[in-house]
């Protein structure tokens, strides 16, 4: 069993790379992909862990595509190299664009009247800082009105709704696939079924700007918060379907994000035989 999907404290998991690695062993995992959020800050520390299993460096790239239309699409790269130069400076770009709309959500938030500050935000946040460490202060705050992270985007954050802000600057979906080919990596387009865009039209899309494969194994159920995705099986065998019919290669991960936040760590099934193949196109 492998897992390639997942986030430590350096974005908006809530374990260290040392913890997350740790459970991962325990849960009889044989290899494991470290996939934060627009940062490598914790893949980056990888080659110094003591560990038997395989840990592979990764990262998850938000698309800000606002000339096809893709906004908040989640790129993974895999087998990149963390210290590849061209990623760095790309992150560095990334992480100054994704704080900018951080702060635009709070001020958003404060004009709805939910008096938050960015540094309530900020609290929750060891790296890279994302909505769930907003929805956790509008939490703290207001814990009549939130008791969840999914309440909250539900209520105020998910892209559909009041307080979202979108990224100012370009960061199209090709950019993404670019820089993780120039880091050596492999790009996967990440949970399909959660995307708002007509399958066929992303899928082609992606493939022919020179995306290298979907998740085809994800864990919908434990992820979809508040939209109540109950057909993992459903999803993931369309997603195959497509995954056959255009070339692309297939990956799976649980998209764990720590203990108490969706499924525990090795209970979502993703077959070896997939890194084989990823290894192979490699
Ligand atoms: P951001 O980095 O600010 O774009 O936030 C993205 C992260 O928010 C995702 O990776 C999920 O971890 C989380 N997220 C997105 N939608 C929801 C939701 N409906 N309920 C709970 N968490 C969510
Ligand atoms: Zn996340
Ligand atoms: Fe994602
Ligand atoms: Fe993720």
Known sequence: MIDLHLHTKASDGTLSLEELVKRAEKAGL?????????????????????????????????VYDNKLDYIDLHVLGLFIDPENAKLLSTLE??????????????????????????????????????????ARALMEKYPQEFRSISEA?????????PAFRSRTAFFGLKDAIDVIHEAGGVAILCHPGFCRYKTEKLLKDFK????????????????????????????????KGWAGKLGLLESGGSDYHGPNKGAELGVFDVPDELLDRIRKHL
Do not use: C
């Open 30 to 62: 044989k290899a494991i992909a470290i996939t934060d959020h627009d940062t490598v800050k914790a893949a980056r520390r990888i080659k110094e862990l003591e560990t038997s299993i395989e840990v592979i460096p990764g990262i998850e790239i938000s």
């Open 93 to 134: 770009r990334l992480e100054k664009e994704r704080e900018e709309q951080k702060k635009a959500i709070v001020g958003k938030l404060n004009e709805l009247g939910y008096e938050i500050t960015y540094e309530d935000a900020r609290k929750y946040a060891e790296g890279q800082i994302g909505r769930p460490h907003i």
């Open 153 to 161: 985007f539900d209520k105020l954050l998910d892209q559909s709704k």
């Open 208 to 239: 022919a700007l020179g995306g290298d494969g979907i998740e085809t194994i994800y864990d919908y159920e434990h992820n979809s918060g508040w939209r109540e995705i109950t057909d993992n099986e459903g999803i993931n065998k369309e997603m």
